[in-house]
């Protein structure tokens, strides 16, 4: 049997058709058929690269994850702005970002998921807050632009709340949930000397909020 010269173009081959179906389909609604007939290869192509479906979904989560990184450090290693301002830009850039959008679109309720759930969470503890929140956090407390003697704690508390209750991928919310999410979001960080959410971030959760809460009543009226 002829062996494949480009196993990396084969792999990311598979990965961009799964992320389309994924995304116009929805993620339990997508076979692996179906990406076998999207991407024209084999069923053994595809197990040669991938265990499962699911493992395709993990693949395409961590390529993005990893698009993300290389901009959040970006932000993180900029001089020319304080803590402060690094912490409110680095929530746009996570909460905003295309590929973020991406992953909420193609990502099941996690609710309803409980691996997808938990290792979300496990990202929070061992990525997000110890090697892009908490440092920021530090440097506010140097610079005086934010206020806190548990910065560990703080970064891994914003980002539980951020990742996971404030997501509507997490479980169907409104638009009006959200922008008291947003608002009691804002409050529970007061006490620190700061703020994240400023209207236009609050205005795109709820935006995106009411676009989830529409994509899903068209899947559900498409199942009727």
């Known amino acids: 049997m002829a062996r494949n010269k480009y196993p990396e173009e084969t792999v990311n081959r598979i990965l961009d058709a799964a992320a389309q179906l994924f995304t116009e389909r929805g993620?339990?609604?997508?076979?692996?058929?179906?990406?076998?007939?999207?991407?024209?290869?084999?069923?053994g192509?595809?197990?040669?690269?991938?265990?499962?479906?699911?493992?395709?979904?993990?693949?395409i989560c961590?390529?993005?994850?990893q698009e993300n990184a290389?901009?959040?450090?970006?932000?993180?290693d900029r001089r020319d702005l304080n803590g402060l301002e690094k912490l409110r830009l680095i929530f746009r850039e996570a909460l905003l970002s295309h590929n973020q959008r991406r992953i909420m679109d193609i990502t099941p309720y996690l609710l309803d998921n409980p691996r997808f759930l938990a290792m979300d969470i496990r990202g929070v503890y061992e990525d997000s807050a110890p090697d892009y929140i908490e440092p920021i956090l530090r440097e506010g407390i140097a610079d005086g632009s934010i206020h806190t003697e548990y910065p560990r704690e703080l970064a891994e508390v914003m980002m539980i709340l951020s990742d996971v209750w404030l997501h509507p991928s997490l479980q169907p919310t409104t638009p009006e949930e959200m922008r008291t999410r947003c608002t009691?979001?804002?409050q529970l960080t007061r006490p620190f000397g700061f703020e994240v959410l400023d209207d236009d971030l609050i205005e795109a959760m709820v935006r995106y909020t009411r676009e989830l809460q529409d994509q899903q009543k068209g899947r559900v009226k498409d199942d009727s």
């Open 70 to 76: 290389e901009r959040l450090e970006q932000t993180r």
């Open 184 to 186: 009691l979001y804002n």
């Open 62 to 65: 961590d390529r993005m994850g």
């Open 45 to 59: 192509a595809i197990y040669h690269h991938f265990a499962s479906k699911e493992d395709i979904f993990l693949k």
């Open 27 to 43: 993620y339990d609604k997508t076979s692996l058929q179906d990406i076998i007939q999207m991407t024209g290869l084999s069923k």
